[in-house]
């Protein structure tokens, strides 16, 4: 595309690419100097020509200027970064029915659940923490939320592959960083809002702000959904110019769930919408997986599909990878895995193992707490698990330099009463949780979910997914061995 297509009143010349990181080789590209954390784009200009870039927009004056390459001067590069990667990219937000989903836990599943309920009228895509994902297309996460030039460049390609809807993933941390300032949303969705990435925000209400962005971007003509249980839901929308809608289980609401039955592998309840009732069904598990439900279905009513037509397609959706994904290889004891890595989503997920295992059988956890992250939650891990569990193992969760031991007695501080043992392989800490379970027991595997990726200090490294680790240890060393297992 020209460059003066791309900007008023500049130079008529081919840019092939956009970037942002002047390390890389990006032939014929307009680089933008942005201004991160850590570092300075304006000090790697020069590296952003000797590497292909012909154009830079910046905001402050350069230490040089080369005779050869076009320098726009902007207020804001952030700013004009969206603007144009949208441009360069032909605005395909505005081709698509755009779900945004914000909030502490739930993002995945809610976002998840949109794009297999939509797929089943029309093609939807997804980007998120557990892939990207479009038509035939999988391919593996780049952020929660990616950065501008990424987010523009899959929502352009998803438009070419014939996607008429996307579910996005909207982190609080993408928020602020303003990476999805140029996507037009039809449809923003507020989940909850407890303890987390307070070592980014700093105060909880520094990341209540954040997450409310979203909903303060947002016009008369979109629609915004917000869960009317959680303190935090009314304050989120308190600002908001789009058409508000809510939903819940404990206060009325727009979209509310009634006689829930929770079961093992199941879950039934009454959706009451405007004064109609509607059976639900699906193979969902836990109480916060109605609330994600919920969600979904609001923002697909909101957008035009019938409720009949959504109910109907419920029975149908499959396991979320790496979220309350259930383990079934024939063992005599429960595995569940998640990707809980909040208080509040540790809370949640002990909870319900409290409600499926008999009062004399037990829960084991395995789990850790991300290094170079939020400490501050790691005596509050231990402190739930203290609560709720019988035997807990601690275990290395995306270190990234810190000592997993280390992190293992952070959590071990706020633990009282329960046994624990702390295994630093976490391969061999999930075998030791199955190596040591009963018939009836139940065995959470928490923090990880379906990631192929372990941070270490040296980036990512390689890992199985805590399901598939699972599945191995089974076959390999539990049902090889059954004959001398005693239950």
């Known amino acids: 595309m020209k460059l003066n297509q791309l900007i008023d009143g500049a130079p008529e010349i081919e840019i092939e690419?956009?970037?942002?990181?002047?390390?890389?080789?990006?032939?014929n590209s307009l680089f933008f100097c942005i201004k991160g954390l850590m570092h300075d784009g304006h000090r790697f200009a020069t590296m952003a020509i000797n590497n292909g870039a012909i154009a830079i927009v910046h905001s402050d004056e350069l230490s040089s200027y080369n005779p050869n390459v076009t320098y726009i001067k902007v207020k804001n590069t952030v700013k004009a970064l969206n603007t144009i990667a949208s441009r360069f990219y032909g605005a395909?937000?505005?081709?698509?029915?755009?779900?945004?989903?914000?909030?502490?836990?739930?993002?995945?599943?809610?976002?998840?659940?949109?794009?297999?309920?939509?797929?089943?009228?029309?093609?939807c895509g997804y980007i998120g923490t557990i892939a990207i994902e479009f038509g035939d297309v999988k391919l593996p996460p780049?952020?929660?939320?990616?950065?501008?030039?990424?987010?523009q460049r899959i929502l352009?390609?998803?438009?070419?592959?014939?996607?008429?809807?996307?579910?996005?993933?909207?982190?609080?941390?993408?928020?602020?960083?303003?990476?999805?300032?140029?996507?037009?949303?039809?449809?923003?969705?507020?989940?909850?809002?407890?303890?987390?990435?307070?070592?980014?925000?700093?105060?909880?209400?520094?990341?209540?702000?954040?997450?409310?962005?979203?909903?303060?971007?947002?016009?008369?003509?979109?629609?915004?959904?917000?869960?009317?249980?959680?303190?935090?839901?009314?304050?989120?929308?308190?600002d908001c110019k789009a058409h508000c809608f809510s939903y819940g289980v404990m206060n009325d609401a727009d979209y509310r769930a009634k006689n829930i039955q929770i079961m093992a592998d199941r879950t039934i309840f009454t959706l009451e919408v405007n004064h109609r009732d509607y059976r639900v069904e699906t193979n969902l598990i836990a109480m916060f997986n109605i609330y994600n439900l919920l969600?979904?279905?609001?923002?697909?009513?909101?957008?035009?599909?019938?409720?009949?037509?959504?109910?109907?397609?419920?029975?149908?959706?499959?396991?979320?990878?790496?979220?309350?994904?259930?383990?079934?290889?024939?063992?005599?004891?429960?595995?569940?895995?998640?990707?809980?890595h909040t208080p509040d989503g540790l809370k949640q997920i002990f909870e319900f193992a409290a409600k499926i295992t008999p009062v004399d059988r037990r829960i084991i956890s395995v789990f850790g707490s991300a290094g170079k992250r939020d400490t501050k939650k790691r005596p509050i891990f231990g402190q739930l698990a203290d609560r709720y569990c019988d035997m807990i193992i601690l275990t290395e969760d995306d270190p990234r330099g810190e000592s997993p031991?280390?992190?293992?007695?952070?959590i071990a501080a706020g633990i009282q009463k329960t046994n624990y043992i702390i295994i630093e392989s976490r391969y061999d800490a999930i075998r030791q949780a199955i190596e040591?379970?009963?018939?009836?027991?139940?065995?959470?595997?928490?923090?990880?979910?379906?990631?192929?990726?372990?941070?270490?200090e040296y980036g990512r490294e390689p890992w199985l997914g805590d399901q598939n680790a699972a599945k191995e240890i089974l076959h390999k060393y539990y049902f090889d061995n059954d004959e001398e297992t005693v239950y």
């Open 17 to 27: 690419q956009l970037a942002t990181d002047s390390r890389k080789k990006c032939r």
């Open 295 to 340: 969600a979904a279905i609001a923002a697909l009513h909101q957008t035009g599909h019938a409720l009949e037509d959504i109910i109907a397609a419920i029975p149908s959706m499959g396991q979320i990878d790496g979220r309350m994904e259930k383990v079934e290889e024939g063992q005599p004891f429960n595995i569940l895995v998640d990707f809980a």
């Open 436 to 456: 040591m379970a009963n018939v009836q027991d139940t065995i959470l595997i928490l923090g990880k979910g379906d990631e192929e990726f372990i941070y270490s």
């Open 156 to 238: 352009f390609e998803m438009k070419e592959a014939g996607m008429k809807a996307c579910a996005l993933e909207v982190s609080s941390i993408g928020l602020e960083q303003h990476r999805v300032d140029a996507v037009d949303f039809d449809v923003a969705i507020f989940t909850n809002f407890t303890h987390d990435h307070l070592d980014y925000h700093g105060t909880m209400e520094n990341y209540f702000e954040a997450k409310k962005i979203l909903f303060d971007n947002l016009n008369e003509s979109q629609v915004a959904i917000y869960n009317v249980d959680d303190p935090r839901g009314k304050d989120i929308a308190k």
């Open 405 to 410: 031991i280390e992190i293992a007695q952070d």
């Open 92 to 123: 395909p937000s505005e081709s698509l029915t755009m779900y945004g989903v914000t909030g502490t836990n739930g993002k995945s599943s809610i976002s998840k659940m949109i794009r297999d309920l939509v797929s089943t009228v029309q093609p």
């Open 142 to 151: 780049l952020l929660t939320t990616p950065e501008v030039i990424d987010i």
